[in-house]
């Protein structure tokens, strides 16, 4: 089975910067040209959101408008992991940010949650004034 797991959370003063990483396993959707990997967070008393996704095969991004230009969502294939650089990061960037992974293309809105089949357990990311 798919198993991701997140690291990388902290805490850290608004305008700073992050960076998150997810290790990949028991992962085969590669070879799909469909082959997604995600991140989404939530924050308490919200809903889950997505973040940033990106095509495993091509590298095709997308990104929620919420944070397009300041985090960058990256993957490397050979070592099996999934990366979201945030900078300029806001208080309202706090929240637990989850990776995910899933064979039925990218989406990064609420109704393309369907699309990612594994997540992680989370990591937390607190962001302070």
């Known amino acids: 089975q798919v198993q991701l797991v997140e690291s990388g959370g902290g805490s850290v003063q608004a305008g700073g910067s992050l960076r998150l990483s997810c290790e990949v396993s028991?992962?085969?959707?590669?070879?799909?040209?469909?082959?997604?990997l995600g991140w989404f967070r939530q924050a308490p008393g919200k809903e889950r959101e997505g973040v940033a996704a990106i095509y495993a095969r091509t590298g095709v991004t997308l990104y929620a408008d919420s944070v397009k230009g300041r985090f960058t969502i990256s993957r490397d294939n050979a070592k099996k992991t999934l990366n979201l650089r945030m900078n300029i990061l806001k208080p309202e960037d706090t929240a637990m940010y989850y990776c995910?992974?899933?064979?039925?293309?990218?989406?990064?809105?609420?109704?393309?949650?369907?699309?990612?089949?594994?997540w992680g357990q989370g990591t937390q990311v607190t962001v302070s004034s």
């Open positions: 028991g992962y085969s959707g590669y070879i799909s040209s469909s082959a997604c």
């Open positions: 995910a992974a899933g064979v039925s293309g990218c989406g990064v809105s609420r109704s393309d949650q369907w699309r990612y089949n594994a």
